[in-house]
């Protein structure tokens, strides 16, 4: 079984004027078709695989059996592609308030805009590319970064919401200014 694009739940320009047309384009038709790509090589070479649930071998990675060069190209590729699907799916031109995840935010981090104000804060100052997340680990919400496309699946926590940080989900509108993409970015997170 291989892998495929997902469809986007949205137009591409259903974002604007947060998150540019040529923007989505290049991310979804791009680089997550490329993920994908490279992920399907993986599972070619690692025919073991087939048939098992994505998520639950990036928690089990180490114990699947891969080269060290499989095992690279599995948590890069497959972690990109479970993280961007998340990505398109949490976000979307109009709210669409889970009221559960919205009273557990409040509970944990005292208000929604305190959890924004300390997402917002993780992915501006994350070096590099990578992730900013809120994640289920055992029942609690916690905030933290990951790296080019590790997925907190590694770290056996569920991604709850997922921010984006790698230059080309922004840079051809915010250039170098990450906050302000993030800062956008909160006008079509549509979960919260």
Not at 132 to 156: C, F, R
Request: glycine share 6%; net charge negative.
């Amino acid at each position: 079984m291989s892998y495929q694009l997902p469809d986007l739940p949205y137009h591409y320009n259903a974002l604007e004027p947060h998150i540019d047309e040529q923007t989505m384009h290049i991310h979804h038709d791009k680089h997550h078709a490329a993920y994908i790509a490279k992920l399907n090589v993986a599972l070619e070479s690692n025919p073991s695989l087939e048939g098992k649930d994505l998520a639950e071998c990036m928690k089990t990675v180490g114990s699947l059996g891969l080269s060290d060069s499989d095992k690279t190209a599995f948590i890069n590729n497959g972690g990109g592609h479970l993280n961007h699907t998340l990505f398109w799916e949490i976000m979307g031109p109009a709210k669409q308030i889970n009221e559960e995840l919205h009273e557990k935010v409040k509970s944990t981090f005292g208000s929604v805009d305190s959890f924004k104000e300390e997402l917002s804060n993780i992915a501006a100052t994350h070096f590099g590319s990578g992730w900013a997340w809120l994640v289920d680990s055992a029942g609690e919400l916690k905030i933290y970064s990951t790296a080019n496309q590790d997925s907190p699946y590694l770290k056996g926590d569920t991604p709850v919401i997922g921010l984006d940080v790698w230059e080309h989900a922004y840079y051809l509108k915010y250039q170098n200014q990450r906050p302000e993409y993030i800062k956008a970015w909160w006008n079509v997170m549509k979960v919260l």
